[in-house]
């Protein structure tokens, strides 16, 4: 485990005596993996984590590894987390397949409303329904991004027969099967690998937000982008802040408290936000070189929104044999973002 405790009852009354406050007690890594430039990393979570180191006075150090740079590959975050390789990570559940079953319902098409801020609210305030899910590490917050597009760099998809038979890379099992839904071929690759993925003609395109577009520079592979009228969207990704277990345990009271104020619904809205504004960013990418971007028409969207109620039924049938109630999940996780939408 890399947590470290690197203050000594020497130093702590040496600092008080002297009148420079109290000396850092622990460093923290956190690994991701996405590029430094990607609105993640940069307005998420650089801010949140100078925001804790402030909070506690320089008590806390946080050093945070993008790009994968501690080492392993994206789908391995969480297992880095539980294990202590890292201190704190993000990642994105559908990196695990299996893994947060629960968690999944916020994930589903016709659940998800095209909100990252209800969406997100909801899930952190759903903590109690998920719990099962985060036995082996410690939660900071959820999110989700505002909801996934089609992306294409072939042809254009104006109508639900126009995806039939194109390769999209998947953010997510429950992805897959939208995908699926559509008559395509969903296709598992980390989002770091989409844009060689896309060059090479591995995919025609990819089911992820707007917002990826800028790092992943999506807008020079890009011939179009499809998404569904008023502002719905193919479902979502949950993303997860989670620290080690003991690495929390571990520190004193009123460094807990200083991540505790700083997780949960307690950031849930602004973190929601922040993703909905991140979108703005890669629609002006998309701009720049002249993406075209259909909205379907209500009857279009109307047939992928039958294709989607078959894969939330899908869902509800899959985990209800592993004995989760797969149907109530539904209906709690839609009650729960229609009062984050109405607290608003």
């Given amino acids: 485990?890399?947590?470290?405790?690197?203050?000594?009852?020497?130093?702590?009354?040496?600092?008080?005596?002297?009148?420079?406050?109290?000396?850092?007690?622990?460093?923290?890594?956190?690994?991701?993996f996405l590029p430094p430039v990607a609105s993640a990393h940069k307005t998420m979570m650089q801010p949140w984590a100078d925001k804790i180191q402030s909070e506690s006075n320089g008590r806390i150090a946080i050093e945070i590894f993008p790009s994968m740079s501690m080492g392993g590959k994206p789908g391995?975050?969480?297992?880095?987390?539980?294990?202590?390789?890292a201190d704190i990570v993000w990642t994105l559940l559908g990196y695990t397949p299996g893994v947060f079953p629960r968690s999944e319902v916020f994930e589903l098409p016709l659940v998800h409303a095209g909100s990252?801020?209800?969406?997100?609210?909801?899930?952190?305030?759903?903590?109690?329904?998920?719990?099962?899910?985060?036995?082996?590490?410690?939660?900071?917050?959820?999110?989700?991004?505002?909801?996934?597009?089609?992306?294409?760099?072939?042809?254009?998809?104006?109508?639900?027969?126009?995806?039939?038979?194109?390769?999209?890379?998947?953010?997510s099992r429950t992805g897959a099967w939208v995908i699926e839904g559509a008559g395509a071929e969903p296709v598992g690759i980390p989002v770091p690998a989409l844009p060689e993925a896309m060059s090479k003609g591995v995919v025609d395109g990819a089911?992820?937000?707007?917002?990826?577009?800028?790092?992943?520079?999506?807008?020079?592979?890009?011939?179009?982008v499809t998404e569904l009228p008023n502002g719905d969207r193919f479902g979502t990704s949950v993303f997860m802040v989670a620290m080690n277990k003991d690495a929390y345990e571990a520190l004193p009271d009123d460094l807990k408290s200083v991540f505790d104020a700083n997780s949960g619904s307690n950031?849930?809205?602004?973190?929601?936000?922040?993703?909905?504004?991140?979108?703005?960013?890669?629609?002006?990418?998309?701009a720049s070189k002249n993406v075209e971007?259909?909205?379907?028409?209500?009857?279009?969207?109307?047939?992928?929104?039958?294709?989607?109620?078959?894969?939330?039924?899908?869902?509800?049938?899959?985990?209800?044999?592993?004995?989760?109630?797969?149907a109530s999940l539904v209906a709690q996780a839609r009650a729960a973002i229609a009062a984050a939408k109405a607290s608003r």
């Fill in 267 to 286: 950031v849930a809205a602004e973190i929601g936000a922040m993703w909905e504004g991140f979108e703005q960013s890669g629609a002006d990418a998309l």
């Fill in 293 to 326: 971007r259909i909205v379907l028409s209500e009857e279009e969207a109307a047939k992928f929104n039958a294709a989607n109620e078959t894969v939330v039924q899908r869902w509800i049938e899959e985990v209800s044999a592993k004995g989760i109630d797969g």
């Fill in 1 to 32: 485990m890399t947590f470290k405790t690197t203050l000594t009852s020497a130093i702590a009354a040496l600092a008080l005596s002297t009148g420079f406050g109290m000396a850092q007690e622990v460093t923290l890594t956190v690994h991701h």
């Fill in 116 to 171: 990252a801020t209800d969406t997100t609210i909801a899930l952190n305030a759903s903590m109690d329904m998920l719990a099962e899910d985060f036995g082996d590490v410690h939660v900071l917050f959820l999110h989700s991004h505002d909801g996934n597009v089609i992306h294409s760099a072939t042809r254009p998809v104006r109508s639900f027969e126009d995806a039939a038979g194109m390769k999209l890379r998947t953010p």
């Fill in 76 to 85: 391995e975050l969480y297992g880095q987390v539980r294990d202590g390789t």
């Fill in 207 to 224: 089911l992820t937000p707007l917002e990826i577009v800028p790092p992943l520079k999506l807008q020079e592979l890009d011939k179009s």
